[in-house]
């Protein structure tokens, strides 16, 4: 093998348990089927975006679509005009208090009256009064209106069928303010139709309103000649049974009520205890008087007749005093002065007795004059209370009949007075509505709009192409962008392959700075960091089925190595088609695996600079066998300690037991998939064959990948062939062989 090169040098551990090496750490998550991570797909801008762009054509295709349909509907369309007219509504004011004086205060019932507005606006698209409309302007002879028709109530139903469907009212925000439209073929016949409606409704509301107020005063009328039987029934009730059982009322008429006070009987009696009262007071006070004289008081007429000689005596007492101060009291003057004013002092008591007694014979008749009196009127006071109580029961009666007087007499008055109220002025007042604008001729046509109807195609259209394109992506569900691949299969995404320009891959890769080699280049890059130890030492390069481009990606790969300075065996694995043949027989995989010669026969270099090949061979009778042998485990022990890299071009997953035993053998699986075309449930089940199988999946990549539709990398890739050639020279000097491979195929 020293002919061949010595190994690169390798960090990569050995693994006792399964003798191969460690599997390299994956990038990003874990692993799992499709389905396992999300619930499924999500709508985002970003793949709405890439929706739109990869069905662009479909889309367009659906907005040229509607557009066309859009001009033939407005073509084929007649033209129809419209007539306006506006009107203010005024709503009703309702009377909130009323005074004494019966005046009240009204108030509007206000722009937020919903329940009213609501009313007149459904008055306006009413049935009956289309029919007055159709009725006022005779429209039922109009052939422009009801075509032929048959008779006259056919065609005005006919007619008021076509005002109602043409009539359009809207209120206009903040406002009372109502517009109503009507659209007919003819401009005149438009402006015609929105004056009448307004007309019609206006003169409706008023006859609605006088006829209301005429039925009101009829009805007041039969109301109050009712009452006022019943009022004039029971006045003459009263009156008769007031007759009949002599019950005299004091109080202004019958209707002001009657009460025990008001009758003759009553008043009478309230007289007599008003008398008694103050005869009694009387009688009392007589009695007192006569009382004290009786007991012997002094009174006051007595104390004025024995004045002149209460002086004499005070006189004297005051000399007596005066000479007592000279005199002895048995001094014979001062006996004499005491005898004279005993003498005095015994008259004036003569005096008084005398008086008092004359006083109490007066005082003792005024007191039985004053009895008497008392006792009289007690006794007619008897007498009247027991004609009161005695009225007072026949009175019950009276009080009932007076009651239904009163009642009626308040009826007749209320009813009279709101018939005084209710007039022709009154009854209708002031209108529900006025017209503010009047319906003109329209100048143009309403109907069809062109640009309104291109611009409802061109948005319709895109909708329905872009529910198609949904609904299409959805449909084929495939790996189609990175994400695709992070989301649906859990692997890392290491890169995306671009279609190439040419008809060949050989000529882009041959290019080193054509995309499709910088592609590859950045893919080999990121292979260098799935493991601790950088790129797998045994990569095997497989895909889900054929033609998705394993065999082209395993070589750009092995040539993309070199680059990066590594010494590279690209080993074609697939003995069932083989993608690189020689021309030369015994040389090949399926030789060495059957023979006994080494490795370095088998190997021919390529015109890449550090890459060998070791082709296929000849097909043989089953590959699976040779693929599950010991010789092959150790072959690609050797090959592994004599190159960096080996890099083996297996066959597909699906259907074959291949490639699930060379995923086992090596150390790192890479998973080749055909952007667009490759479906999810058929890579998912590949991945899940292989990782069954104890293989390690680093990643995949997307061939014959747009990144312009989903990032815009702006590469302008075009990728149209599945097969190319690859040419490898080897000459016999220097101990090399020169030999022709050729790819077959671009599995």
């Not at 109503?180 to 206006?202: E, H, M, W």
């Not at 329209?442 to 948005?459: R, W």
């Not at 292979?527 to 089925?545: A, C, D, H, M, N």
Request: glycine content about 8%.
């Amino acid at each position: 093998m020293a002919s061949i090169g010595a190994p690169g040098p390798t960090n990569l551990a050995v693994n006792p348990e399964k003798g191969r090496e460690l599997a390299p750490v994956p990038l990003g998550g874990g692993y799992g089927s499709y389905g396992t991570a999300r619930g499924g797909p999500e709508l985002s801008l970003g793949l709405l975006w890439r929706i739109a762009v990869e069905w662009r054509w479909l889309i367009l295709a659906a907005i040229g679509t509607c557009i066309a349909a859009a001009v033939l509907i407005t073509l084929l369309t007649p033209l129809k005009y419209q007539s306006t007219a506006t009107i203010e509504l005024n709503p009703p004011e309702v009377e909130v208090m009323t005074d004494q004086s019966g005046k009240g205060a009204r108030q509007g019932s206000g722009a937020g009256d919903v329940n009213f507005t609501g009313t007149q606006l459904n008055l306006l698209k009413s049935q009956a009064l289309a029919e007055r409309v159709a009725q006022d302007l005779n429209l039922a002879s109009d052939p422009a209106v009801v075509g032929e028709g048959t008779d006259r109530a056919t065609n005005t139903k006919i007619a008021a069928g076509v005002v109602q469907s043409g009539t359009k009212v809207r209120l206009l925000p903040q406002s009372d303010i109502v517009s109503i439209s009507f659209v007919a073929r003819s401009p005149q016949l438009a402006a015609k139709v929105v004056n009448g409606i307004t007309d019609a409704y206006i003169a409706t509301n008023l006859e609605r309103r006088y006829q209301a107020s005429s039925y009101a005063r009829d009805f007041l009328q039969r109301q109050i000649a009712t009452t006022r039987r019943d009022l004039e029934r029971s006045e003459r009730a009263i009156v008769a049974y007031a007759q009949q059982q002599n019950l005299i009322s004091t109080t202004g008429g019958p209707g002001e009520g009657a009460s025990d006070t008001n009758s003759l009987t009553g008043s009478t009696l309230v007289s007599l205890n008003n008398a008694l009262a103050t005869t009694q007071a009387r009688r009392i006070a007589a009695e007192q008087r006569y009382r004290e004289a009786v007991a012997g008081g002094a009174s006051t007429e007595g104390s004025a007749n024995a004045a002149p000689l209460r002086g004499q005596i005070a006189t004297l007492n005051a000399q007596y005093q005066q000479k007592l101060q000279t005199f002895r009291p048995d001094y014979p003057e001062m006996v004499a002065l005491r005898a004279q004013i005993d003498a005095l002092k015994a008259a004036v008591v003569s005096e008084t007795r005398t008086t008092n007694a004359d006083r109490a014979g007066s005082l003792r008749q005024d007191y039985q004059a004053a009895r008497a009196e008392e006792d009289r009127l007690r006794a007619q006071v008897a007498g009247l209370s027991h004609s009161v109580l005695d009225q007072r029961g026949r009175r019950i009666r009276y009080n009932i009949l007076q009651r239904d007087v009163d009642t009626n007499r308040t009826l007749y008055d209320a009813l009279l007075q709101r018939y005084k109220e209710i007039g022709v002025a009154g009854g209708i007042g002031t209108a529900v509505a006025s017209v503010v604008d009047r319906g003109v001729i329209p100048g143009g046509a309403f109907s069809p709009n062109l640009y309104l109807n291109l611009a409802i195609g061109a948005a319709l259209g895109l909708v329905l192409g872009m529910l198609a394109a949904i609904v299409l992506e959805f449909v084929n569900d495939t790996i189609k962008i990175p994400d695709d691949v992070r989301n649906k299969l859990q692997l890392p995404f290491l890169g995306g392959i671009p279609v190439t320009k040419g008809a060949k891959p050989v000529d882009d890769l041959k290019d080193p700075l054509s995309p499709l080699t910088e592609a590859y280049l950045s893919t080999a890059s990121a292979l260098q960091f799935v493991s601790e130890g950088g790129v797998p030492k045994t990569l095997l390069v497989s895909s889900t089925r054929p033609a998705e481009g394993k065999s082209t990606s395993a070589w750009a790969l092995a040539q993309s190595f070199t680059r990066l300075g590594k010494r590279v065996l690209m080993i074609d694995a697939d003995m069932r088609r083989p993608a690189f043949v020689t021309g030369r027989e015994n040389v090949g995989l399926s030789h060495l695996l059957t023979d006994s010669s080494s490795l370095s026969d088998h190997v021919l270099q390529s015109d890449v600079e550090n890459l060998w090949m070791m082709p296929a061979g000849t097909i043989p009778p089953s590959p699976p066998e040779l693929i599950a042998s010991p010789r092959f485990a150790a072959l690609l022990a050797d090959a592994a300690a004599t190159f960096d890299i080996v890099v083996i071009d297996g066959p597909p997953v699906l259907g074959l037991a291949d490639a699930p035993l060379l995923s086992s053998l090596v150390q790192a699986t890479l998973m080749v998939i055909e952007a667009g075309r490759t479906r999810t449930r058929a890579a998912s089940e590949a991945q899940n064959r292989l990782r069954t199988a104890g293989a390690h999946m680093v990643g995949a990549i997307l061939t014959r990948y747009q990144p312009q539709a989903s990032y815009g990398y702006g590469y302008g890739y075009g990728y149209g062939q599945e097969k190319s050639q690859y040419r490898y020279v080897a000459d016999d000097n220097n101990k090399k062989r020169r030999i022709m491979l050729s790819v077959q195929n671009d599995d």
